[in-house]
């Protein structure tokens, strides 16, 4: 299975952490891509509608985590790209697990947990 993975974190360090603990997986991930706000991850998901999985922060500037699920959840043709949430504030479970995450994972990322979730999610 080679995955293409959008990594979406306003923090420099936060997406080098996660690309390097996805690198380690080529065997499951083929292709990283990033944003760093819910805006600018919007407009690559349109423009690269092969994402398998999203990994999404919730604190961001100009659209955060939150306001990114209600947009993307509310179009059908996202249905099928599971998104899982990456955050220190777990208050915010059920808040986006209710948004239409299916995941989520509190920060520091554990990478057994970020794997083993990624494939649960994509292994339909």
Same mark, same amino acid.
């Given at each position: ?36 706000? =819910?805006? !600018?991850? #919007?407009?690559?998901? +349109?423009?690269? @509608?092969?994402? /398998? ?5 919730? %604190?961001?500037?100009?659209?955060? =985590?939150? !306001?990114? #699920?209600?947009?993307? +959840?509310?179009? @059908?043709?996202? /249905? ?5 949430? %990456? ?38």
């Amino acid at each position: 299975m080679s995955l293409k993975v959008l990594v979406v974190d306003d923090d420099l360090i936060n997406r080098k952490l996660i690309q390097a603990m996805l690198k380690r997986h080529t065997d499951l991930v083929g292709e990283i891509v990033f944003a760093e706000n =819910g805006s !600018e991850a #919007l407009s690559v998901l +349109r423009e690269s @509608p092969d994402i /398998d999985i999203v990994l999404l922060d919730i %604190l961001m500037p100009v659209l955060d =985590g939150r !306001e990114f #699920l209600k947009i993307f +959840r509310a179009e @059908p043709s996202n /249905d099928k790209i599971p998104v899982i949430v %990456l955050s220190t504030d777990d208050t915010q479970k059920n808040t986006v697990l209710e948004l239409g995450a299916e995941d989520f994972i509190i920060k520091p990322i554990n990478e057994e947990d970020l794997i083993e979730g990624i494939k649960k999610l994509t292994s339909k």
